[in-house]
């Protein structure tokens, strides 16, 4: 697919200038294209097919990004910038107009492992049930976990939406447990310990496919995802 975009637009979403700074930039013969010094804002160009150079600087085009975050306690995952608790809004301004979305939501209260990306491919690639990426919770509920639940959890817990695949659940001490889902529906761990008549304290997504939240991100912490973690990600 082509993506035919101004200089203009395609250099002020892919660095850190301003639309003004750029016209400054075109008009000093700065920007070069295909190693083609470009006049005017106006030139079109296919974003995935060209080189392009600010100075002596070669810029490299990314047409998508792969982020992750540390989720915050009280972000929510909508791509809703206008609410101030955006999970979106905690990204750096460069990001802000890159069409970036949460893969995955994770509720308000709920911290840890968030991807947000531009690409819809991979995002269903490491959500859709079929494909089985496990996620990994911590979580901690009011009563004590028993091995009631854990047995329910292996066989498939019964919702008012339908039944959910096999999740293991491993129990790690009296009110603490590990949850494997390869799934994501709406507030699944709340409900499925609600059958139990247990309550969700603090839940925290650890993992992703075989990627663990990494120790140095601090919580609101954001970055791009290597190449290696990119793949770690969609592992089954
Ligand atoms: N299950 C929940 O109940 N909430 C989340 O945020 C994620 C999984």
Same mark, same amino acid.
């Given at each position: 697919?082509?993506?035919?975009?101004?200089?203009?637009?395609? %250099?002020s *979403? /892919? #660095?850190?200038?301003?639309?003004?700074e750029?016209?400054?930039? !075109?008009s000093?013969?700065l920007?070069?294209?295909?190693?083609? /010094?470009?006049?005017? #804002?106006?030139? @079109?160009f296919d974003e995935?097919?060209i080189?392009?150079? &600010?100075?002596?600087? +070669?810029?490299?085009? @990314?047409?998508?990004i792969?982020? !992750?975050l540390?989720? =915050?306690?009280?972000?929510?995952? #909508?791509t809703d910038?206008?609410?101030?608790?955006?999970v979106l809004?905690?990204?750096p301004e460069? $990001?802000k107009k890159?069409?970036l979305?949460?893969?995955?939501?994770l509720?308000?209260?709920?911290?840890g492992?968030? %991807?947000? #990306?531009?690409d819809?491919q991979?995002?269903?690639?490491?959500?859709? =049930?079929?494909?089985?990426v496990?996620?990994v919770?911590e979580? @901690?509920?009011? &009563? =004590?976990?028993?091995?009631?639940?854990k047995?329910g959890?292996e066989?498939?817990i019964?919702l008012?939406?339908?039944?959910?695949? =096999?999740? &293991?659940?491993?129990?790690k +001490?009296? $009110?603490t447990?590990?949850?494997?889902?390869? *799934?994501?529906?709406?507030? /699944?761990i709340?409900?499925?310990?609600?059958?139990?008549?247990?309550k969700?304290i603090?839940?925290n997504?650890i993992?992703?496919?075989n990627?663990?939240?990494? +120790?140095?991100?601090? !919580?609101?912490?954001?970055? *791009?995802?290597?190449?290696?973690?990119?793949?770690?990600? /969609?592992?089954?």
């Amino acid at each position: 697919m082509n993506i035919i975009k101004r200089i203009d637009r395609i %250099i002020s *979403e /892919q #660095t850190n200038y301003s639309r003004k700074e750029i016209k400054k930039l !075109i008009s000093r013969g700065l920007i070069y294209v295909n190693n083609k /010094q470009v006049k005017k #804002t106006e030139c @079109k160009f296919d974003e995935k097919d060209i080189s392009l150079k &600010i100075g002596a600087e +070669e810029i490299d085009i @990314k047409n998508h990004i792969y982020l !992750i975050l540390n989720k =915050p306690k009280g972000f929510v995952s #909508t791509t809703d910038v206008i609410k101030e608790n955006s999970v979106l809004n905690l990204l750096p301004e460069r $990001y802000k107009k890159r069409n970036l979305f949460p893969a995955g939501r994770l509720d308000k209260d709920t911290t840890g492992l968030m %991807i947000i #990306t531009n690409d819809g491919q991979f995002a269903h690639n490491i959500l859709a =049930p079929n494909k089985h990426v496990k996620k990994v919770y911590e979580v @901690k509920i009011d &009563i =004590p976990v028993s091995s009631i639940m854990k047995e329910g959890f292996e066989k498939g817990i019964k919702l008012n939406d339908g039944v959910c695949k =096999p999740a &293991i659940l491993n129990i790690k +001490e009296k $009110y603490t447990a590990e949850v494997i889902l390869s *799934e994501g529906r709406y507030h /699944q761990i709340k409900r499925m310990f609600g059958c139990y008549g247990a309550k969700v304290i603090e839940l925290n997504r650890i993992c992703i496919g075989n990627l663990y939240l990494p +120790e140095n991100l601090k !919580i609101g912490d954001v970055r *791009e995802l290597t190449e290696n973690e990119l793949l770690m990600i /969609q592992e089954k």
